[in-house]
């Protein structure tokens, strides 16, 4: 079992990424797409004559299409070797990417500082998560090769955690250890034993080398006490569900997936 095609969204300055995402390909033998997608922002400033609205368009163009082939160029270079394909569009990156997402298995995003929040130049992690149907997986800011060795599933009983689980399978079954966490409050440590019990118990009829843990704690603390454990059994991969939902058109993400993609160290695979 493994991914047979990733998606990854290309841009000038997302070497980290893109090189994350061509080591992931070679190792799982997979086909590589990367998709260019940028849009211009609209005018904010008015000229009754239209001329500033003409002259600005015409240079948004021009950047947008300089940024795409910048960001060819560097597909191309990370690619290179690999069974791979090139798509550009003229759109916002995040929908843009939700819709090439039907012809891969896995997304590849993130690599980059948290520096660019444009949604006409850069894809919004938590509407991608929520909204592609594709498990996403997204790469630190400083890029690096997922080894997926020791792998941490962050476990809560709902259909979130178990489609991210079955998403992350392909990664899950190389590993030479996983551990299946579950954070609950310390009234609910019984439940939560039998949970994770299940969950590794079945992770190891897939063969993959999973073992149940529980942590007492609270909710707002998860997303730390995660990280932590991650980093003390020294996991390079979180799996984790990907909570939010939209109102007025403005994300709302769950605290754990807010943490995990704003503060982990480790490639974090999010399904929703």
Request: charged fraction near 25%.
């Amino acid at each position: 079992m493994t991914y047979k095609t990733l998606l990854v969204h290309a841009q000038p300055q997302a070497e980290p990424r893109l090189q994350a995402a061509a080591a992931l390909a070679r190792k799982c033998g997979a086909r590589l797409i990367g998709l260019g997608a940028e849009m211009f922002e609209p005018l904010t400033m008015a000229d009754p004559y239209g001329f500033a609205s003409a002259d600005w368009l015409t240079l948004m163009r021009e950047q947008i299409e300089k940024d795409l082939e910048l960001a060819e160029q560097a597909f191309e270079r990370s690619a290179e070797g690999l069974d791979h394909e090139w798509r550009r569009v003229v759109d916002l990156p995040t929908p843009s990417l939700a819709r090439a997402a039907r012809a891969a298995d896995l997304i590849v995003a993130g690599g980059v500082p948290n520096r660019d929040r444009s949604g006409y130049r850069s894809a919004d992690l938590g509407e991608l998560i929520v909204t592609a149907g594709r498990p996403v997986l997204v790469v630190p800011p400083n890029g690096g090769e997922l080894s997926g060795q020791r792998v941490l599933v962050a476990w809560k009983d709902t259909r979130e955690a178990r489609r991210a689980t079955l998403d992350a399978l392909p990664l899950l079954t190389r590993a030479e250890e996983v551990r299946v966490v579950a954070v609950v409050p310390e009234d609910q440590t019984e439940a939560g034993q039998f949970q994770v019990d299940e969950v590794a118990a079945w992770l190891r009829r897939h063969g993959a080398p999973a073992k149940p843990q529980v942590i007492a704690g609270f909710d707002d603390e998860a997303g730390a006490q995660i990280q932590l454990l991650a980093a003390g059994i020294d996991a390079d991969l979180i799996v984790a569900g990907g909570y939010g939902h939209s109102r007025f058109a403005e994300w709302l993400l769950g605290g754990v997936t807010r943490t995990l993609l704003t503060d982990a160290a480790q490639f974090v695979l999010f399904s929703h």
